[in-house]
DNA sequence: ATATTTACTTTGTCAGACATAGTACGACAG
DNA sequence: CTGTCGTACTATGTCTGACAAAGTAAATAT
């Protein structure tokens, strides 16, 4: 089975929660049970990963949080959800252009078509 | 000016190091020089990177170190030169899916086009 | 003669991912 | 009404790859 690696995919963990708060506002374990859903279960992020995230994207100033029911009624017990900021849309931005820019560079030093390759000349 | 963070291109230094040594063996600076042209300029893997890379790959399995001169009649300075191994081509190709994987998962959570997005609604 | 390029090595730092563990509330089953 | 499961986190510490800073030294260009 062909896995992700953390070192891939280090620094796009931040990217693809702040691509989830841009539907609206969220919190931990929906957002990693999103990321499960749209990534078709390729991907799931750890616990601790998610949860140091949100604290260095709020530091960084791209997520704000508040503390809030789950229902209207006040029913539930309180969780802490994220909303994104203009700096984070901003950021979130200039990911994508990069993640455009690796992606080309990377496929310069990708076979397509890995599995006939040899080491005859070498 | 959109830059490559060194937290997107973390573990995949090693596939392009690889992907270069199995066109034949070489050493450092020329590999470095190699990545620069090869990506349009557009990467640029820093010294300390790549040399211990070499350190990492090479007690992984996946090269193997040889001392020569640049020239047959021993004239020049002699250098470490690497070759792939079987094993290196065995990850090489690994990592291949492993990108594809990646590529798709990612794209998910990543808009062609950014720069139409606004926060309006959140 | 010396500046630049080539070809490294040494040391130490840092950030992000993640393992391990623990807390605590709510829902629901038996 | 008790125990288990799912939800919703927090705390602590470790590991790895990238990289900054600095130094060495031979070969080559000026």
Chains 1, 2 share one sequence.
Not at 26 to 44: A, C, F, L
Not at 48 to 61: D, H, Q, V
Not at 72 to 100: D, F, H, M, Q, V
Request: charged content about 30%; some cysteine; glycine content about 6%.
């Amino acid at each position: 089975m062909v896995q992700i690696s953390s070192d891939i995919i280090r620094g796009y963990n931040d990217t693809m929660i702040l691509n989830i708060l841009m539907k609206g506002p969220s919190y931990g374990y929906q957002i990693s049970k999103e990321i499960k859903t749209i990534s078709d279960e390729k991907y799931v992020i750890k616990e601790t990963t998610l949860y140091s995230a949100f604290t260095r994207i709020e530091k960084n100033g791209y997520i704000e949080s508040f503390v809030a029911n789950p229902d209207p009624e006040g029913n539930g017990k309180k969780r802490t959800y994220y909303r994104i900021t203009e700096a984070g849309l901003e950021y979130y931005k200039s990911k994508c252009e990069e993640w455009e820019l690796t992606k080309e560079v990377v496929e310069k030093f990708i076979e397509e078509n890995p599995d006939s390759l040899t080491l005859d000349d070498n």
